[in-house]
Each structure stands twice: as C-alpha cells, then as structure tokens.
C-alpha cells in the first residue's frame, strides 16, 4: 500500500502549499487590479468617443449655421447692390435731367435768335 509521510514532510508540504497559495492569491488581486485599471481605461475611452461623436454633430450643426448666415448676408449684400445702384443711377438721372433742359433751353434761344433775325 501506501508509505506514511513524516510528521516533518507534511509541514513542509502545507507551508509550501499554503505559500503556493498565497503567492497565487496575491497574483489574482494584481491581476484584479490590472483588469479594473483596463476597465476605467475602456470606460474613459468609451466616453471620450461619445465626446467626440457629440462634438462632431455640433460642429456639423454650427458649419450649417455658418453657411446659412453666409448665404444669408450674400444676399443682403446683392440687395444693398442693387439699393446702391439704384441711388447712384438716380444721380445720373436727375444729372442727365439737368442736362436735358439746359440743352432743350439752349437750343430754343439758339432756335428764337435766328427767327428773330429772319424776323418771323
């Protein structure tokens, strides 16, 4: 059958196991404490990307603003243009007005002196 250990063996074999088993204990809480840190890591990054994804949709939504506003003051400024043009071709209107009947008096002075001397 089987042979009997000694007294002495078998102390040696539980502090060895119980070594064994405190050095497997205390890899196990490293071990614990490496997975939490991966889990925090992962939730961080989790949340940065969340982050990122909001930051990207807000600044899709100001580009979309930005080109409205733009397109917005565009076309005010062709309005103000066309206002612009608009009062400086009044100018130009009322100055060819001027023109006109200075012109127009001129010509019938020029017109009245002849049948004057031609004494109609």
């Known amino acids: 059958m089987d042979e009997m250990i000694s007294r002495a063996e078998h102390e040696e074999f539980v502090r060895r196991m119980t070594s064994e088993n405190k050095r497997l204990e205390d890899e196990n809480d490293?071990?614990?404490?490496?997975?939490?840190?991966?889990?925090?890591?992962?939730?961080?990054?989790?949340?940065l990307t969340v982050s990122i994804r909001e930051l990207a949709i807000n600044v899709q939504s100001m580009a979309a603003e930005l080109k409205r506003q733009g397109d917005r003051m565009e076309q005010q400024a062709k309005r103000t243009g066309e206002?612009?043009?608009?009062?400086?071709?009044?100018?130009?209107?009322?100055w060819r007005k001027v023109v006109g009947y200075i012109a127009t008096a001129v010509?019938?002075?020029?017109?009245?002196?002849?049948?004057?001397?031609?004494?109609?």
């Not at 206002?83 to 009322?94: F, Q």
Request: charged share 35%; glycine share 10%; hydrophobic share 40%.
């Open 30 to 47: 490293r071990q614990n404490k490496r997975l939490t840190a991966l889990e925090d890591n992962a939730k961080k990054v989790t949340d």
């Open 83 to 94: 206002r612009l043009e608009k009062l400086e071709s009044r100018d130009g209107e009322m």
């Open 107 to 120: 010509l019938g002075i020029v017109i009245g002196f002849v049948f004057h001397q031609l004494g109609m």
